[in-house]
């Protein structure tokens, strides 16, 4: 009911920037929550980050506080994941993730949709 689609991921160096988008279709945008998470080799999904339908309400895992910032752009159906200040470690495919309940959750069990992720290496 609801497709996800990311783009924006790439190659960058330590201290680099990138913004990743999430666009969406199939329900109306403003209605659902949005999220951010990641998965490096080997390792278990991650959350990152979250926001509510009204943009209101955020989350952030705390490696990421101060430096990623998540946003919606409701009249564009998109969300954004802005990331400055790139570490080795962030280096994982982005997915980004939808839910329809009321509250905004930050366990990846609880997000009804998802897209097929972007591809984020940091170099160091």
């Known amino acids: 009911q609801v497709q996800l689609v990311e783009s924006g991921g790439g190659l960058m160096q330590a201290g680099g920037s990138l913004r990743l988008s999430c666009a969406a279709s199939g329900r109306t945008f403003s209605i659902i929550n949005m999220g951010w998470f990641r998965q490096a080799p080997g390792k278990e999904r991650e959350f990152v980050a979250a926001?509510?339908?009204?943009?209101?309400?955020?989350y952030y895992a705390d490696s990421v506080k101060g430096r990623f910032t998540i946003s919606r752009d409701n009249a564009r159906n998109t969300c954004y994941l802005q990331m400055n200040s790139l570490k080795p470690e962030d280096t994982a495919v982005y997915y980004c993730a939808a839910d329809l309940s009321v509250r905004l959750p930050r366990a990846g069990d609880e997000y009804d949709y998802w897209g097929q992720g972007t591809q984020v290496t940091v170099s160091s």
């Open positions: 926001i509510s339908r009204s943009g209101i309400t955020t």
